[in-house]
Every structure is written in structure tokens, then in C-alpha cells.
């Protein structure tokens, strides 16, 4: 399987509608469940997120990071994750070090507003850039582009197997 360079949840939704996106334990969570979510994500990091700027995102095993996530990969907005771990000072530093703000962990995404179609990304832009743990100084950002998570996906699925 190879993993399209859009790698977009709401192109995925209009092809697959019904069909599982996530399983959360074993119930299943479809395309056509998680779309609006992601519009309306995509609206609150419209109207949040300075244009050319990233934003950050606690990465805990949450549907609403998943949200956040699939929402900035549709508009290209670079992601800073952030472990969760992390205290309320050191996710400070960090969103200081890369210049965005935090998405807050419990962001109400029922927002009415649809957001403005997004322009054509390029697939060398910043996806996402998580930070090195710190252990020989203060932690880096690691920049990974959408032909990398790309390139990631289709090597897991070539070497850990795929099933629909």
C-alpha cells in the first residue's frame, strides 16, 4: 500500500465515508465521524494560529490530538508535539524555543465556523517536528517534512504489514 502525498482525512472521508478511520478499543470511529471534528479544528487553528507560524500539540492517545493533528495536516501547518509528560514550565520553554502556542488539551472543537479552503501544500514543507528528548543539552526540534511521514507510513506498512 502506498500512502498518498495529500494525506488528507477529509479526502479520505469523501472516498471511505463509513469505513473504520480508528478503532478506540474496539469501537470504531469512521472517516465520516471524525470529518466535521476535523473542520472545525481546522477553524480554531484558523483563528488562532499566526499565518506561517506552527502549533503545538500535547501528544497523548486522545482523539482530539488526532483532531488537531489531521486538522493541521489539511491546512500545512507545522506541528510541535509536545510530550505529555512535560511540565507546565517546560512546554512554556518550548513553545517559547519555537515560537508557537500550545493548543490547549480539552479545545472545544464544536465550532460553527467552516474554515477557508486550504491552498496546495508542498509535500518538502514542515509536517511536523517533534523534539529530541534533551539528553546532551536542551531539546532540538527535529523537522520532518509530509514526503517523510510519507516515506515513514509506506516502510511501516512494507515492513509491518497493512490491513484495511
Sequence with gaps: MEVASGLSLLGAAAERGSEPALF???TPVS???L???VRAAMAWIQASVEPGKGIGVIASLRVETLVLFYAAIELGVPIFLVHP???SDERA????LAGVAIAPESLDL????APAAAAPIDDEAP???PFTSGSSGSPKGVVLSRRAFCAAADASAANLGWRE
Excluded: F, H, M, Q
Excluded at 520553554?93 to 517559547?96: F, S
Design 24 to 26: 478506540l478499543g474496539e
Design 85 to 87: 509528560r512535560l511540565t
Design 31 to 33: 472517516y465520516a465521524d
Design 93 to 96: 520553554r518550548l513553545a517559547e
Design 35 to 37: 470529518a466535521p471534528r
Design 110 to 113: 464544536r465550532i460553527e465556523a
Design 127 to 129: 509536517l511536523a517536528v
